[in-house]
């Protein structure tokens, strides 16, 4: 992509104007963009101040709908059928009701039969579920409307592989040409291959000449096709965290129940059948000591054995045989034990005794125990017959339900729920409902385990003295230890074999607790199953919805000791009596197993000969509807013989005792201890207890308690709780009106009443809590009662409203404080929730009733219209009767008359509204923590009283009496300041106030004066603007504003609210309006601007005024984008996800899909476009990611600032630059491009929030009028277009598509949302995330405001949400992402290109058009650039068309940049591998040419660009298909053949000449796609094609730029350093031919110190180019400013690979420029750059720091290699390269283009014989290589960088001996030394450069061993020498010289050469130099031996001495030999010996 693509549209409108001129706008705009925004608004009313809104009733009065009837008209008002009354059935579980119907009902009794069976009473808005409370947009609804989206095609999804597209594999085949061509040698076969191509199809219309106007009509109806309709659809749904309007209906109010378990029974069986055996099973939770279910009778006796039993059995009901159950458990925990209980009947004998035959007789025995077992079922026989009525204990056993319920086993049951910290408010709204489960004891579920069968073989026999409930927790507690107790004892063996499983949902055949059928019982006549009743273990705080009245009884013991008489076999006989007579016994005992379903009387099983038994009985009673004072139980005890005796009954009665059920009203339950009476009580005795000792009675041991039973009471008719019973009986006595009465020991009169009452009231908050909740909705119903209806006494009528009110503040905490686990997400309890949306009603459905007469039901019919009542009534309600003070309108005729109407006055809103204001801060405080309950009772009394007084058709105005709306409005002030005094004392407490009063209003305006809410709401406003001045941390304040706005607008009405119908009024007076100060600049109208229009588009006094809602919504965000806003990046995100959610609503919403509407809609969110465009600065900058934002406009981007105050005038030429004119001369204005760092300011918007801002705005655009848009934007400034054009520009980079490579890369980063350290760690393990990755992570997050984002990942790493926190994402979802982001790009595209057309309707007439249109062109550019779609390619592609048909001077007159960048998008769109994109690209470049040729007659403008365009393509692009681009080149052949117009003129020929030359170009790129993975290969081919082009300067630098990239990519820094030296050298050339000025650099000749090869560039002379021909270097580099980027660049390049040096030279002819144009900013950070690189130049001195290149000889033999054969090469390595290295990585290279067997690597250096290699085959040859210097360079070369720079001569030597080894004696070894010359000097453009130059010479061998003797004294002189010293070193190198084992040493070469003088007297000269050189090297060992005694420790002195022995040794040796006397030295003979020495004298490099 060409860096230009992010270029500020500086030359046509300069993006960030210039300081001077923004102080000059400020005086004339009152401030900028931004200080302006708080202030303006044509009223002048800033945005902190809330407008007063017009009087919507008014309104919509005076001025009457406009509109036809129909979507638009439903618009202006409220659906008629907003609000309805619904009575929707209870729902009844069991196919009975259950509820009594007999006879006369008691008060108590007749209001809980009311409540239960009554319907709920629901008051619906019709239309509540469109609003974005009730119909969240969520992920997974987005999803579904994503359904059906068509794929959008796109060019990098259909290239396959990132690199190869699928089409490009065989391009060898299409290429012309062989290697040896020289770049421009193509040929004819190149034009004859095009000739024979075929074209892409044609549009047919392109060649017609039609109206601009039709054309642009046809482009619009086009564009208009396939668009998706709901563009958010495509984004994100919004972010839910932020939904604080979010709620949902309250579920209706259900029976609880917990976690239900289904216990089968299956069978039961014994070693042996003898008698039958009678089960119960039943739950206890061993920890909380408590047995937790009822029990479940079972019976799974064989007929035969039931058969037994026949002389007592009736016929048995079939909810009697019953074998499964239902359990629910609602606190599971791990101590629950499964129960099961055997008895059997009574027979002679202990359990023991009765036990024995089961534990010792074994089945496999019967034949044995034949007789036994005959006798034994004989006695049974007897006993069932005689005794079959009682029972006797007999065995148990007991299952552990967690080792079922877990796998796992037991569980730790560490997570106790006290211990666990509760959730704050906040928490819990955020988790939502659905999350919330038990509480911490939920370690055990009983809800989804799997099903399990059972066989329990052991069962315990029950001990005598152990049947309590005490002893079985003992017994269960001890089978949970390893070491039970139990195991030792001798168990009963039996099969039980149950079946426990989760019960399912709707299970058919079951039987409630009180045997009704529950739903579905498809048949009456199957087996059922009974639900079991739970006993919770701890309170369960639900409300009852159903009748229920059950009485359960449990005998614990009975001490008969002291009893005299024969009293053992005790039984205990229980009634329920209705009276004393027996036959009032009162059938309502259940039945157990296997008899009839209820009985009247039932006995406790028999205990053998034990006075004083216990009990584990449990019965089972109904208890009647009405218990009256003569109901009691009734207990007899018999004494049961076992034994028949003649004379002896069976049964004989001992003792009785009673319970009388009622006392003061209450029913009795709880622990009895009762005296036993030995007689029959006398009669009236069941209104006493057995407590009284009632004359004449005797008594067992004196009257003493005895017997011990219990009661428990499971009813929700009798609350069992002093407070409450208290409350409802003094209730119910004031409705009977039964005076006097007794209330525990007191008698009430009617004149203590009041008193009672009051003191009742107020002691209801002492009720404990489970009652309280489970009898909430009788409560508040009382309550209300007593407001709305005062009661009576004593003929006068007592206002209890306020005891009442702080009752039910009083319940509703009390409720709230035991609920507080399953509040909803808004703080609210469900239950009371639930209350008022489906129980509450007003009290007597019929108003106009006199009390005491029971009220009517309203049908469901009558309750919209009429329900009968007086007209008088409705007109006495009409005039304002507060309850307070009754103003009566008509003379009271009687006292009945009179108290009727006060009664009808009474309305509960109007009560609690005036009780509220008026309470006492006590109250108060309760009251504001459940706010939202009594708001929401409030809303639904006055909805209730609207429609059950059918005044709903009453004016809004009228609907309530000015006094209730006065205590409102003192309501919602005094809730309000709480609000605020609050947020910072208890933020939790301040957000739910907060959130009630918002929907309060918001309730409000559906039923009430819509501007009065208004008016609440302003006033609400304008409370929170006063203390935000002094507030210290304002942030929370305005959140909660924020909020508050955002619950408003979620109103379903919130459209209508906002009058979108009724056109604005303009400001009635000529104001100081900021828009109308532009009337005299508005650049685009005719006329004056429409104030009318501007005011839709600002935040104008008009637009708050009318749109008040959507004012409100606007300003939060217009503040929150406010640069001085605190708190920013935090409320940004609220406010723009609060539009967002909004805007979102209104896409899914049915009332407005039509366009119209949706306009209309639109219109309240105009204001967004002018807000967004004044924040650009600070959104987030999408476009500027790598390279896309001009390297110039950031190079030089510097702010006048500070260039001091030019008064009033603007600078004229920074005013040229506004409006787009040419740049005054001499002015340098054009440099300072890109953002001002002043225009930044203000905190910027984070990519996420910046997305969703843009997206918004597109939706705008999408839906608003395009007349009204056109009309906005002819009245625009030209700065303001600019910017607005700058935001479409961002638009289109922010939802730039991806492609699916992205989403995929995306899921295999696994970038998680989630914070917490687990996920970070296993990352980290996996190694998805590096450490680094980890370190740049954090540091981004880091915001610089503090933890005040909610801390998610920051997104500006990535500019997609993820969806969901999901990380590996399926195939599917990839793909589904990728299509949703598809067609989101198009989209948002096409709506730019919509604005775009829009924007160049609204100029075309003005004369400041071309600057605008350079604009628009530039987006547009910018769009075709991007990804896109084919879809939006061709619309985008015919705009463009049409847009330089209209307008060619724009391109062709103007800047060349635009028609170079138009050309570079065209031709990449001509290569693409769609066909559409193909074709219309096509078509727009041929029309290119045909408009750039009709103006001028030649094209060589578009000839130019076009030719520069491809190569620059074919350079840089890597997926790039030539193919397809000469077929389109064929196309466009084709279209200038058929062009009927032209055919006269050369236009075709010209077409012909260019297409061919392209074709040319791109066969050289085809080679070059061939060496693709041959760096130095495609270097030297890009290196030619651009010498190619070196008479075309453009295309020569288009090609370096290429050129640096590339290397840039292969890490080659240095080389890509030089091709920018290059360019900025071309550059400079033509600069200077331009003009001459002193500050820039003369040509490339200023540049030598640089790089000597620079010189090349020179070839720019006056017979190649004239610079003023049209089309030559007329690129944007071509300029100043491009000759910096070049500098900066090559000096970043050269930084980068570590040639600072460099560095300084570039930056040399760079600081004069800079200089010359007083760029301080920039001068700064040049020198700053310089002060770093001589910093690490200094740090580097030695130079092994810096390791700049090895080099290599590299030698190509064999007619394979093409034009490389027998050709040398000097290839720069990377340093540290090894011979290895570079000789495997061309061998690899070759081998896989030729073949493994083709290619050998010569492993010698010598030279090569051609003749002796395998023509076959390919050679190369590798020989390091090293730089040489001669002597006097080394004198200049003295820096390491010095001898790595600018280097030329390479040296290499290859040692050898006359035979032909390369190693032999001393006397025989030569070595030749070879110095190879380059073209050019390293570094160069590339990295090998062609060997110019060899020379050869050979050293005999005695120079060889002058030579290494030489280097052996060089070496001893640096270790001597070196500082610090290094005794190691020197004591290595020492070894070396004087060890006596050195192989070859220095002793051998002085026997060899010195021991005779040469008779040769050519080499006297040798000898003498090597006994020099003997000397020399003795000299250097005596000077190491003393550094090396100065350096050893004491440690090594034996080895210094054998060192120096070793030296004595090696002089001694060599005395002789050094001293004997040479004859003359003779003169040199020949010119070659002295070359010869003095090449030896040459040291190789010296390290």
Known sequence: MAASERRAFAHKINRTVAAEVRKQVSRERSG???????????????????????????????????????????????????????????????????????????????????????????????????????????????????????????????????????????DSQHCSGSPEDTPRSSGASGIFSLRNLAADSLLPTLLERAAPEDVDRRNEALRRQHRAPALLALYPAPDEDEAVERCSHPEPPREHFGQRILVKCLSLKFEIEIEPI?????????????????????????????????????????????????????????????????EKVLQQGDISECCEPYMVMKEADTVKNKEKLERLRLAAEQFCTRLGRYRMPFAWTAVHLANIVSSVGPQDRDSDSEGERRPTWAERRRRGPQDRGCSGDDVCSFSGFRPATLTVTNFFKQEAERLSDEDLFKFLADMRRPSSLLRRLRPVTAQLKIDISPAPENLHFCLSPELLHVKPYPDPRGRPTKEILEFPAREVYAPHTCYRNLLFVYPHSLNFSSRQGSVRNLAVRIQYMAGEDQSQALPVIFGKSSCSEFTREAFTPVVYHNKSPEFYEEFKLRLPACVTENHHLFFTFYHVSCQPRPGTALETPVGFTWIPLLQHGRLRTGLFCLPVSVDQPPPSYSVLTPDVALPGMRWVDGHKGVFSVELTAVSSVHPQDPHLDKFFTLVHVLEEGTFPFR?????????????????????????????????????????????????????????????????MAHVASLVHRNLEA?????????????????????????????????????????????????????????????????????????????????????????????????????????????????????????????????????????????????????????????????VHKDIELAERLNASLAFFLSDLLSITDRGYVFSLVRAHYRQVATRLQSAPNPAALLTLRMDFTRILCSHEHYVTLNLPCCPLSPPASPSPSVSSTTSQSSTFSSQAPDPKVISMFELSGPFRQQHFLAGLL??????????????????????????????????????????????????????????????????????????????????????????????????????????????????????????????????????????????????VLKNAEPALLHRWAADLTLPQLGRLLDLLYLCLAAFEYKGKKAFERINS?????????????????????????????????????????????????????????????????????ALVDGNLATEASLVVLDMLEIIVQTVMLSEARESVLGAVLRVLLYSLGSAQSALFLQHGLATQRALVSKFPELLFEEDTELCADLCLRLLRHCGSRISTIRTHASASLYLLMRQNFEIGHNFARVKMLVTMSLSSLVGTTQNFSEEHLRRSLKTILTYAEEDIGLRDSTFAEQVQDLMFNLHMILTDTVKMKEHQEDPEMLMDLMYRIARGYQGSPDLRLTWLQNMASKHAELGNHAEAAQCMVHAAALVAEYLALLEDSRHLPVGCVSFQNVSSNVLEESAISDDILSPDEEGFCSGKNFTE??????????????????????????????????????????????????????????????????????????????????DLDEQEFVYKEPSITKLAEISHRLEEFYAERFGDDVVEIIKDSNPVDKSKLDPQKAYIQITYVEPHFDTYELKDRVTYFDRNYGLRAFLFCTPFTPDGRAHGELVEQHKRKTLLSTEHAFPYIKTRIRVCHREETVLTPVEVAIEDMQKKTRELAFATEQDPPDAKMLQMVLQGSVGPTVNQGPLEVAQVFL????????????????????????????????????????????????????????????????????PQLLAPSSTSLRNSLNRSSFRKADL
């Open 32 to 170: 900028s963009p931004h200080s302006s925004r708080r202030s303006s608004s044509s009223l002048g009313v800033p945005l902190t101040e809330v407008i007063e809104p017009l009087d919507f009733e008014d309104v919509l009065l005076s001025r009457p709908p406009e509109v036809e009837p129909g979507p638009l008209r439903d618009l202006m008002e409220f659906p008629a059928d907003d609000l309805e009354l619904l009575k929707q059935p209870r729902e009844c579980r069991t196919t009975e009701s259950g509820v009594p119907e007999d006879g006369k009902l008691d008060a108590q009794v007749r209001a809980a039969v009311e409540m239960y069976s009554e319907d709920w009473v629901i008051v619906r808005r019709r239309y509540q579920h469109l609003s974005t409370a009730y119909s969240p947009i969520t992920t997974e609804t987005q999803r579904e409307r994503q359904k059906g989206l068509t794929c959008q095609v796109f060019e990098q999804d259909t290239s396959g592989d990132e690199r190869m597209g699928p089409e490009d594999t065989d």
């Open 278 to 342: 009678f089960g119960t099973l039943a739950l206890y939770d061993v920890r909380e000591k408590k047995k937790i279910s009822e029990n479940f009778y079972f019976d799974l006796n064989s007929d035969s054995v039931k058969g037994l039993l026949r002389a007592h059995g009736t016929h048995p009901a079939i909810s009697t045989l019953a074998r499964s159950a239902i359990f629910s458990v609602t606190y599971p925990s791990p101590d629950i034990f499964l129960v099961v209980k055997l």
């Open 743 to 807: 209330l525990k020991e007191t008698v009430v009169s009617e004149g203590t009443m009041e008193q009672e009452l009051r003191a009742s009231l107020a002691t209801l908050r002492l009720a404990s809590p489970e009652p309280l909740v489970a009898f909430s909705h009788h409560v508040l119903d009382k309550l209300v009662r007593l407001v709305v209806r005062p009661p009576i006494i004593c003929g006068q009528m007592v206002n209890l409203g306020r005891g009442a009110f702080e009752a």
């Open 822 to 982: 399953v509040q909803d997400s808004r703080g609210h309890c469900p239950l009371l929730a639930a209350y008022v949306h489906y129980a509450f009603r007003l009290p007597g459905g019929d108003l106009s009733l006199p009390a005491g007469v029971p009220p009517a039901t309203v049908q469901a019919a009558t309750l919209a219209r009429g329900s009968g009542r007086p007209t008088s009534l409705y007109l006495a309600r009409s005039k304002s009767i507060s309850s307070s003070n009754p103003d009566l309108a008509v003379v009271p005729g009687s006292v009945d008359d009179e108290v009727s109407r006060i009664l009808a006055s009474k309305l509960l809103h109007e009560e609690l509204a005036l009780q509220w204001v008026v309470s006492g801060s006590a109250v108060r405080e309760v009251v504001l923590q459940h706010a939202w309950f009594f708001f929401q009772l409030m809303i639904k009394s006055m909805e209730l009283h609207l429609l059950l007084g059918q005044r709903l058709d009453t004016p809004r105005k009228l609907r309530f009496p000015g006094r209730f709306l006065d205590d409102i409005t003192a309501l919602v002030a005094s809730v309000g300041l709480e609000v605020i005094t609050r």
């Open 1114 to 1259: 606007l300003t939060e965000l217009a503040l929150a984008l406010d640069p001085e806003a605190e708190g920013a990046s935090h409320l940004h995100k609220k406010a723009i996800c609060a539009v967002h959610s909004l805007l979102c609503s209104h896409d899914v919403d049915p009332r407005y899909t039509e366009a119209t509407v949706k306009a209309k809609v639109a219109e309240l969110y105009l204001p967004l476009l002018s807000l967004v465009r004044d924040t650009l600065p600070r959104l987030h900058g999408f476009a500027e990611g790598s390279g896309q934002r001009s390297r110039l406009a950031s190079m030089l981007d510097s702010d006048t600032e500070g260039e001091g105050d030019i008064g009033s005038t603007i600078n004229p030429s920074v005013a040229m630059a506004i409006a787009g004119g040419p740049l005054a001369p001499g002015s340098r204005t054009s440099i300072s491009q890109g953002p001002s760092a002043a225009a930044r300011s203000g905190c910027p918007l984070s990519a996420e929030s910046s997305r969703t801002l843009l997206v918004c705005v597109l939706w």
């Open 1309 to 1377: 980063l696994t970038f998680k949302k989630s914070l917490d350290m687990k996920a970070r760690l296993e990352e980290a393990i996996l190694g998805t995330i590096g450490a680094r990755q980890e370190m740049v992570r954090r540091s981004r997050e880091r915001s610089p405001f503090g933890n005040q984002e909610n801390v998610r990942w920051r997104k500006s790493v990535t500019h997609w949400r993820q969806t969901s926190d999901r990380v590996d994402k399926t195939k599917d979802e990839m793909e589904h992402e």
């Open 1681 to 1762: 400013l491009g000759l910096v980027g070049l500098l900066e660049q090559a000096a970043a390049y050269f930084t980068m690979g570590g040639l600072y040096e460099a560095v300084n030279e570039v930056y040399k002819s760079l600081i004069p420029i800079l200089e010359a144009h007083r760029d301080y900013k920039k001068l700064a950070a040049v020198h700053g750059r310089l002060q770093e690189a001589f910093t690490k130049i200094m740090h580097q001195s030695s130079g092994w720091e810096r390791v700049f290149g090895t080099y290599f000889r590299v030698g190509f033999y064999g007619a394979r290699f093409g």
């Open 1955 to 2022: 021991s005779e003088i040469p008779e040769d007297p050519k080499l006297f000269r040798h000898h003498n130099k090597l006994r020099l050189c003997f000397k020399d090297f003795c000299k250097k060992c005596e000077d190491a031996l003393r550094k090396n005694k100065a350096l050893i420790g004491p440690d090594q002195k034996e080895y210094h001495r054998e060192l120096e022995r070793h030296y004595s040794r090696l002089r001694e040796a060599l005395q002789p030999l050094l001293t004997q006397r040479l």
